[in-house]
């Protein structure tokens, strides 16, 4: 069991690691320091597994944490490469989409397990809470002058997905409080994209912004893996 604390740990640290070298300037060190993290974070849920065993619902865990793994790279290339964004965002945003797909799935079998006669109505309620969040975030956005210029309907499908997966978990945990471990990464998840879009879409280059998005980020993926633990 420590193996997961230690990589969960050690995934914050090359997240450190990489914010600051990040906040200087974005290149190939800097990506290899958070390709790191990232792996780390994934470690920390294959030891996960190793202590609890293999099921649906880890495995599910894995492959979306290594989709996140994916679209780090991806959206560091953004930065790297400029002349490039708006094919790198959108390759790099499917890729946490079908991350958080996987998510679902695995939210779907524990939701079907421990609690079968909400799954309708929690799928239904979080779809109408994560439509009304986007278009409050829609409207908030105008307000703070942020263009999000080719990549709106991206932005908006995205904002769905993010916003119903935070509402799904946290109605699963409204009933098995256990599961607030992993609603608490979908939370810190949705935290962390709301701070990256003000980065993307609203000019807010400050360094302060780099750190505290890939905390909430690093922080969500970590609770997702060490969920594995308890989940069971």
Request: net charge positive; glycine share 6%; aromatic share 18%.
């Amino acid at each position: 069991m420590i193996g997961v604390y230690l990589f969960g740990i050690f995934s914050i640290i090359f997240a450190g690691l990489f914010c600051w070298f990040r906040a200087s300037k974005a290149n190939v060190f800097s990506l290899a320091l958070k390709t790191v993290a990232s792996v780390c974070f994934i470690l920390c849920g294959v030891f996960a597994i190793q202590t609890v065993g293999s099921t649906s619902f880890n495995l599910l865990i894995i492959l979306g944490l290594v989709m996140g793994l994916i679209g780090d790279i991806i959206l560091d290339l953004k930065i790297m490469y400029p002349a490039q964004s708006d094919q790198y965002f959108t390759f790099g945003t499917t890729s946490f989409a079908i991350g958080h797909l996987f998510y679902f799935l695995a939210c779907f079998l524990f939701n079907n397990q421990h609690l079968p006669t909400h799954i309708i109505w929690n799928i239904l309620i979080s779809l109408g809470v994560a439509i009304a969040m986007t278009v409050g975030i829609m409207l908030m956005s105008k307000k703070m002058k942020m263009n999000f210029g080719k990549s709106l309907y991206m932005v908006i499908l995205y904002s769905i997905i993010l916003n119903f997966m935070t509402a799904f978990s946290i109605s699963i945990a409204i009933f098995v409080p256990i599961f607030w471990i992993f609603a608490a990464g979908m939370i810190l998840f949705l935290l962390s994209d709301l701070v990256l879009s003000m980065q993307y879409f609203g000019g807010r280059d400050e360094k302060v912004f780099i750190y505290i998005n890939h905390f909430l980020y690093y922080a969500a993926q970590v609770c997702l893996a060490i969920s594995i633990l308890f989940l069971v």
